[in-house]
């Protein structure tokens, strides 16, 4: 006698396909494609806050997940609640599938924050910047221009500083949009005498020919003004955002004596994201362990991340180097790009759609 199938019901085929999409997804999202949404405007104009973006997994090799008891497709809470979304009961060590290639200088990365101490590394928030110097290279910046190697580093084609723009007038926000300057990016002066704008070399030529403008001034940190907020120490070494190193980037395998400059340089780094237990610097002098350390070689690769915004962009000039076991994925395409300062349908900038990032 032949047994005759039971049919499932309508809410159990639901359930069954919903259960397959979730695994589906984050199969993909784990090992594929992940989506990013632009916050900040750290990359303008390169990128724009609304841009929607696919970040490739692929690229540099997909990472293990060192947090694997997860709820899936979430990050560090759960959707609309501030309950955590994972448990820490599993930690996995460090390990990355084969990719396509490594990270390259200029390309732009999604990694994870370095200096969110409060979560797990894959779980910490997702930043994205350009990676401008990658291990080995000895980076320098001078009047605001990155010097790899000696030489000049390429700039990005839409690349912004901040200007003090000049103006007895009140300039209206129909005004900076037609110089491709949106509302987010000028700041009236207190005292009615201009704006401070981001904007890139091309909007502030045009800018210069217009009627309404009286003078135009790019804002730079004078040479040797050591800010306190720079890493790894702006006052010790007379370094600002403008004006910075040179100083080489740590990589796997790379030994350094720990004399007293080097233990100003790369301490932070060796205590915070080398694996160790007990990093102390006491008197000038390293101890990992409770043991002197006189010469140390580095574990693992690290890279120097900076917004194409220059003067709006917390990166590592601020907070050190990013190291391989934080980096995400490549930013690879546009997918969708919304304009908060318009509305229906011109809040969508068609010009973006599917556009490759570089």
Same mark, same amino acid.
């Given at each position: 006698?032949?047994?005759?199938?039971?049919?499932?019901?309508?809410?159990?085929?639901?359930?069954?396909?919903?259960?397959?999409?979730?695994?589906?997804?984050?199969?993909?999202?784990?090992?594929?494609?992940?989506?990013?949404?632009?916050?900040?405007?750290?990359?303008?104009?390169?990128?724009?806050?609304?841009?929607?973006?696919?970040?490739?997994?692929?690229?540099?090799?997909?990472?293990?997940?060192?947090?694997?008891?997860?709820?899936?497709?979430?990050?560090?809470?759960?959707?609309?609640?501030?309950?955590?979304?994972?448990?820490?009961?599993?930690?996995?060590?460090?390990?990355?599938?084969?990719?396509?290639?490594?990270?390259?200088?200029?390309?732009?990365?999604?990694?994870?924050?370095?200096?969110?101490?409060?979560?797990?590394?894959?779980?910490?928030?997702?930043?994205?910047?350009?990676?401008?110097?990658?291990?080995?290279?000895?980076?320098?910046?001078?009047?605001?221009?990155? *010097?790899?190697? +000696?030489?000049?580093?390429?700039?990005?084609?839409?690349? =912004?500083?901040? %200007?003090?723009? &000049?103006? /007895?007038?009140?300039?209206?926000?129909?005004?900076?949009?037609?110089?491709?300057?949106?509302?987010?990016?000028?700041?009236?002066?207190?005292?009615?005498?201009?704006?401070?704008?981001?904007?890139?070399?091309?909007?502030?030529?045009?800018?210069?020919?217009?009627?309404?403008?009286?003078?135009?001034?790019?804002?730079?940190?004078?040479?040797?003004?050591?800010?306190?907020?720079?890493?790894?120490?702006?006052?010790?070494?007379?370094?600002?955002?403008?004006?910075?190193?040179?100083?080489?980037?740590?990589?796997?395998?790379?030994?350094?004596?720990?004399?007293?400059?080097?233990?100003?340089?790369?301490?932070?780094?060796?205590?915070?994201?080398?694996?160790?237990?007990?990093?102390?610097?006491?008197?000038?002098?390293? *101890?990992?362990? +409770?043991?002197?350390?006189?010469?140390?070689?580095?574990? =693992?690769?690290? %890279?120097?991340? &900076?917004? /194409?915004?220059?003067?709006?962009?917390?990166?590592?000039?601020?907070?050190?180097?990013?190291?391989?076991?934080?980096?995400?994925?490549?930013?690879?395409?546009?997918?969708?790009?919304?304009?908060?300062?318009?509305?229906?349908?011109?809040?969508?900038?068609?010009?973006?759609?599917?556009?490759?990032?570089?």
């Amino acid at each position: 006698m032949t047994e005759v199938k039971k049919k499932k019901s309508a809410t159990r085929e639901w359930a069954d396909a919903l259960v397959f999409a979730v695994i589906a997804a984050s199969l993909i999202r784990w090992l594929l494609l992940e989506p990013f949404t632009i916050p900040t405007a750290s990359m303008e104009k390169s990128l724009l806050v609304g841009d929607f973006l696919f970040v490739s997994k692929m690229h540099y090799g997909t990472r293990i997940p060192r947090t694997p008891l997860q709820v899936p497709l979430t990050h560090q809470k759960i959707w609309g609640t501030e309950a955590k979304s994972y448990v820490d009961w599993i930690k996995l060590p460090y390990y990355r599938l084969p990719g396509f290639s490594d990270v390259k200088r200029n390309d732009v990365v999604v990694f994870n924050y370095p200096s969110e101490f409060e979560y797990p590394v894959d779980l910490k928030t997702n930043y994205i910047k350009r990676a401008v110097a990658v291990p080995g290279d000895i980076l320098e910046i001078r009047k605001t221009q990155i *010097y790899v190697n +000696g030489e000049p580093s390429s700039n990005p084609e839409k690349m =912004q500083f901040s %200007y003090d723009v &000049m103006s /007895d007038r009140n300039l209206t926000p129909e005004f900076f949009d037609e110089y491709g300057i949106n509302q987010d990016s000028y700041m009236p002066f207190s005292n009615g005498s201009g704006y401070m704008v981001m904007a890139t070399a091309e909007s502030i030529e045009r800018l210069k020919s217009s009627p309404a403008v009286g003078s135009i001034t790019m804002r730079q940190d004078r040479e040797e003004y050591g800010d306190p907020r720079i890493f790894p120490d702006g006052v010790y070494f007379g370094w600002n955002k403008d004006n910075w190193g040179p100083l080489e980037i740590p990589g796997e395998g790379w030994t350094i004596e720990m004399t007293k400059e080097n233990i100003a340089k790369y301490s932070y780094t060796i205590e915070k994201f080398e694996g160790h237990g007990d990093v102390k610097i006491q008197d000038n002098e390293l *101890y990992i362990d +409770g043991q002197k350390v006189t010469s140390y070689t580095f574990k =693992q690769n690290y %890279y120097f991340m &900076m917004g /194409d915004n220059r003067h709006d962009s917390l990166d590592s000039r601020y907070w050190g180097f990013v190291p391989e076991d934080h980096i995400v994925g490549k930013a690879w395409f546009l997918w969708l790009s919304l304009d908060k300062h318009k509305s229906m349908f011109n809040k969508i900038r068609w010009s973006r759609f599917l556009n490759g990032i570089d």
